[in-house]
Structures are given as structure tokens and as C-alpha cells.
């Protein structure tokens, strides 16, 4: 995929990632979080997470395919892209948890 092509894809899809970005969904992550350490939840694909701890991980890292210093503001754009790409991935596992979660909640209190 093309830098221009995900520029446009995150453009086109900015909505999707505001609702990422809701206490609702930060909440279930710090709950999503231990759970997999403790291996009480099982991700529904491990990709999803390993996608979205990269892309948060390259963001933060001073390596870089355009680098800021030297383009400015265009050097943020792989930046955005690749946190857009990750955020994408990000919330599909969290709103597999947050399924899970219900299923777990309707077990319990229905039996």
C-alpha cells in the first residue's frame, strides 16, 4: 500500500478512529491487558495486537522512514499512516474483548 493511499484511507476512515480513542475502549484495554498476561483471555488473533504494539512502538522510536527533523511536517505523515494502520487493528481486538466481556457477564448472571 502506498503512503498516499493510506494517507487517504486514514482521511476517508477518520471517524472509525475517533471511536477508538472513547474512555469506553480505554477502560477495556487496562482490562483487556492483564487478563492476557494472566491468560484468562485469549485475543482473538494475535496479529491484531502484535500490528497495533508495532505501530505504536514505531511511532515513538527515533527511527524513521521520513524522519521529522529532516522533512518537517511531511516527516509526521508515515507517522499518522502507520498509527492509523495499528489503531484499525487495535480496535478490532478490543471490541472482540469487549464482546467477550458480555458473553462472560450474560454467563454468570443468567445462570
Do not use: C
Not at 63 to 75: K, M, N, Q, S, T
Request: cysteine-free.
Amino acid at each position: 500500500m502506498s503512503k498516499l493511499s493510506m494517507i487517504t484511507s486514514f482521511w476517508k476512515n477518520r471517524d472509525q478512529f475517533e471511536r477508538v480513542f472513547t474512555k469506553e475502549k480505554f477502560d477495556a484495554m487496562t482490562r483487556m491487558i492483564p487478563l492476557i498476561y494472566k491468560g484468562e483471555y485469549k485475543p482473538s488473533k494475535w496479529r491484531h495486537l502484535v500490528i497495533g504494539v508495532a505501530a505504536i512502538v514505531y511511532v515513538v522510536s527515533p527511527l524513521d522512514f521520513l524522519p521529522e527533523v529532516a522533512l518537517g511536517p511531511i516527516g509526521i505523515l508515515d507517522d499518522i499512516a502507520i498509527l492509523a494502520f495499528g489503531i484499525k487493528y487495535i480496535n478490532k481486538e478490543l471490541n472482540h474483548f469487549l464482546e467477550w466481556e458480555d458473553n462472560l457477564r450474560d454467563t454468570i448472571f443468567n445462570d
